[in-house]
């Protein structure tokens, strides 16, 4: 394999951030660029990796008691970011290399206090991140 064709990572989570398809794909093809050999080009690749953001949601982590009568508030909360992942080893000539190929959903999060607004571009970092790591390992782990 020396070539690779990284495709743009749509955001289809009902909760939409403006910049986190572009953040998730430009830094999943650094970490291709800066930690393999493959060159990444447009259009006919020995292998393809597409998918797309499937979720981006906030819940609360842990609750928090307040005074009587009072209903409980989250106490910490968590930002959880699923990307579905399809690895197509198109230049795969044996059996072995054919099971290379995969197409699944990677999840991740990260809990945090406070207001999110201050906080979300550096966890959006962070997460992306973390599944950039799976994702890296599930694709190239094999070679």
């Known amino acids: 394999m020396k070539t690779i064709n990284v495709q743009f990572f749509e955001n289809n989570a009902a909760l939409v951030v403006n910049n986190l398809s572009q953040t998730f794909t430009e830094a999943l093809k650094d970490r291709i660029r800066t930690q393999t050999s493959l060159s990444l080009v447009r259009g006919e ?5 597409s998918g797309a953001i499937t979720g981006y949601s906030i819940a609360p982590a842990s609750i928090q008691a307040t005074a009587n009568n009072v209903a409980p508030i989250a106490d910490a909360n968590r930002l959880t970011i699923t990307v579905r992942v399809k ?7 044996t059996p072995a290399d054919k099971k290379l190929s995969f197409e699944q959903s990677f999840t991740k999060f990260a809990d945090y206090r406070g ?3 201050s906080q979300e571009q ?3 970092q962070q997460i992306n991140k973390q599944l950039i790591d799976d994702i890296f390992n599930a694709a190239f782990s094999n070679w």
């Open 115 to 117: 207001d999110i607004s």
């Open 122 to 124: 550096a966890l959006i």
């Open 87 to 93: 690895f197509s080893f198109d230049a795969a000539k």
């Open 45 to 49: 690749a020995d292998a393809t990796m």
